[in-house]
């Protein structure tokens, strides 16, 4: 059976972004577009739960229930941090107590960093990451969303996150879902891996995706936003990271692969595969654009199966010497979720067992990075392109 996800790294510590009241990147600069309100409130998830709203019993207006029953960002990212694993993380890093501490909170309980003055009457701090802490604050637009006179521009003009704009999403997410610090990772906190459609695959559904929307859209889109803070973290290293440069290396050589794909991309040509200096600001510039061009374009079938096709030929990279063993690993890594997302987008593709156990074979071999095989995992990938011919 074809696998979802590879967040094994990570099991229950990933959660959404909360970009609090001023719209701001947690790695730093303003995030495009997630522009927030400046005098719009919290007001907290009691004014979404009502029957009325979207604590409702129907398909319309159940939202609230399926997120608050189901979806692991309702209480666990708060509850991760009273944990026995916490307590050592927090330990090392000599946090008194990491349920209050910003550096766990911003992302695990991201609602405790709201001022004072951005917090309605109904708003708690308590609450994990809940409804604001991606559609944003509601103050401004809480009452008048649901009139069927509103237009999606209406809503997002009110300060409600566009997030059927998947640059926008993947801006949302990204932070939390993998920006951790050094500092934290040496503690013992998971490595986390960004990567928007399996992500959202695997959570509850209390939204309905666009039925002209494409999973391997997303996924690219994800990709370059990931790819954009990758550099903008490295770039402010104050020391080599050897760890982090092989992961952005990784992600760059996957995404120059696909340049190309289509007429409208934007190139990643002109970034070299040195992780360092003024080539982190030209990629993180380029990802950028070309994460905002691939989010507004039509996204095809054939598009996919490019893409599909072309990163499944990327066997004689993995059998050039030269490249340590862990940038061999870690392009593995990146490349079995991008053929996963892929495969899994093509439209009325019928089913194939012997892609699916090649694919997972792929996915087995580039499970330990230390025990990484690039010559066992050109072969396997030789064969799952080879499984892909009709």
């Known amino acids: 059976m074809r696998r979802k996800s ?97 550096r766990c909170t911003t992302c695990h309980a991201p609602l405790q960093a709201v001022p004072i003055a951005s917090r309605g009457e109904t708003f708690s701090a ?14 401004n637009w809480l009452r008048s969303h649901t009139r069927p006179d509103y237009t999606h521009a209406d809503r997002t003009g009110a300060g409600m996150r566009d997030l059927k704009n998947l640059y926008v999403r993947a801006n949302t997410c990204v932070a939390c879902h993998q920006t951790v610090v050094p500092a934290l990772l040496q503690a013992g906190h998971p490595e986390l891996i960004f990567e928007l459609d ?64 289509g007429p409208e991309f934007s190139t990643l040509s002109g970034c070299s595969a040195e992780p360092a200096g003024q080539n ?14 691939v989010a507004g374009l ?18 004689d990279d993995f059998q050039r010497p030269g490249l340590a063993m862990n940038y061999q690993a870690r392009r593995a890594e990146r490349l079995v979720l991008a053929l996963d997302r892929l495969l899994s987008s093509r439209r009325n593709l019928p089913p194939n067992r012997e892609v699916d156990a090649n694919l997972n074979r792929l996915f087995r071999l580039a499970q330990s990075l230390p025990e990484f095989n690039a010559l066992a995992f050109a072969e396997a990938l030789n064969a799952f392109s080879k499984s892909l011919s009709p």
């Open 280 to 293: 982190l600001r030209v990629t993180l510039t380029a990802c950028d654009e070309l994460a905002k061009r």
């Open 126 to 139: 308590g609450e994990s990451v809940s409804c604001e802490s991606c559609h944003g604050p509601a103050e």
């Open 298 to 315: 039509s996204w095809t079938d054939e598009m996919s199966r490019r893409a599909l096709a072309t990163l499944s030929a990327t066997a």
């Open 198 to 261: 399996g992500q959202s695959v695997a959570q509850p559904k209390h939204w309905r995706e666009s039925a002209s929307g494409s999973g391997a859209q997303m996924w690219f889109v994800g990709q370059a936003v990931a790819l954009r803070e990758l550099s903008w973290q490295l770039a402010g290293e104050p020391a080599s990271n050897e760890k982090l440069a092989a992961r952005w290396s990784a992600l760059l050589w996957l995404l120059q692969k696909l340049d190309g794909l």
């Open 6 to 102: 590879l967040s094994c790294r990570a099991p229950g510590a990933s959660v959404l972004v909360s970009l609090i009241a001023a719209g701001l990147s947690l790695v730093g600069s303003p995030l495009p577009g997630a522009e927030t309100i400046s005098t719009n409130r919290f007001l907290g998830t009691a004014t979404c739960s009502s029957s009325g709203c979207h604590g409702g019993g129907g398909p319309t207006q159940n939202q609230f229930l399926v997120w608050s029953l189901r979806d692991v960002h309702a209480q666990r990212p708060a509850a991760t941090l009273t944990t026995a694993r916490s307590r050592q993380i927090a330990d090392a890093l000599q946090i008194n107590d990491p349920a209050a501490d910003l």
